[in-house]
């Protein structure tokens, strides 16, 4: 697991962003699979100035979604489906076709849950999986107690989750306590994983991500087991590290190394 520490979440963004454009330099028909909630919308805004001002082209890029709401068609305001065109493919070059959610209206959400295991599959795999992590480690809505070998699959929100998420919803609006989502081995199947923390609130979360036990307690501690996860945090996520200046003279070095190496 590679840690780094940027100061504002703005640069996690931006970190985010140049590690996708390096992806999709590299290989333009990428496979990604992406993240919804607060945290991702500011790496979207910047995907999207790239693809308006630079030309860069997602035309050949497919997509994946790690979860969705069981209960909600795509057209719902509060659906991931709606999230992701509103926030990113409405505003970029992809094809609609090209783009995959979990479906919240399945009318057997188990069936549904191996066809996208299969439709990943089909696609090649993952080449590079962006993650947020809820307050308790949460990755997609792999919820502690998760099985760390899981793959896509109906879950119980727990009542933390559902009441980080209720400001989205109406007080008279139904709120789902279900959802689909990528098992935490369908994450791990992924070539590259990038997880992006921000803000204070998730300062504990990013201590037993990167210090802790590999736990079920905490889905996101998996990826210390991933051979290519990179694991981004501003300085108010990274407030709870015991190690925090080793992550950040481990980067420098990585950054000197690269410097002389690009020289010579």
């Known amino acids: 697991m590679r840690v780094v520490i940027v100061e504002t979440a703005q640069d996690a963004a931006a970190y985010g962003r140049d590690l996708f454009l390096a ?6 028909a990428s496979v990604l699979g992406l993240a919804t909630g607060s945290t991702p919308v500011a790496l979207y805004q910047a995907l999207i100035e790239a693809h308006q001002t630079q030309g860069v082209s997602f035309a050949e890029v497919t997509t994946f979604n790690l979860d969705e709401y069981l209960g909600l068609t795509g057209d719902h305001p509060q659906s991931y ?45 993952i080449d590079l999986q962006l993650l947020g992590v809820g307050r308790n480690g949460h990755i997609g809505f792999n919820e502690p107690s998760s099985s760390l070998v899981s793959r896509t699959r109906v879950k119980t929100l727990t009542q933390e989750t559902i009441a980080d998420n209720a400001r989205f919803f109406a007080a008279d609006e139904y709120q789902p306590t279900l959802s689909l989502t990528m098992g935490i081995g369908t994450i791990m199947d992924a070539r590259r994983v990038l ?27 998996i990826l210390q087991m991933h051979a290519n996860a990179i694991v981004v945090m501003d300085e108010a996520a990274a407030a709870k590290l015991a190690n925090a200046e080793f992550y950040r003279f481990v980067e420098t070095q990585r950054v000197k190394l690269a410097t002389q190496s690009v020289a010579a």
């Not at 992806?23 to 333009?28: D, T």
């Not at 992006?196 to 307690?217: F, H, L, N, R």
């Open 81 to 125: 489906r709606y999230f992701m065109q509103e926030n990113l493919f409405n505003h970029i070059d992809i094809a609609l076709s090209n783009t995959h959610v979990p479906d919240g209206s399945a009318a057997n959400a188990d069936v549904a849950c191996a066809e996208y295991e299969q439709q990943i599959v089909d696609a090649g795999g």
């Open 195 to 221: 997880l992006i923390a921000t803000g204070e609130s998730k300062a504990e979360a990013m201590q037993a991500t990167v210090e802790g036990p590999v736990s079920a307690t905490c889905p996101a501690s």
């Open 23 to 28: 992806q999709l330099k590299y290989k333009p």
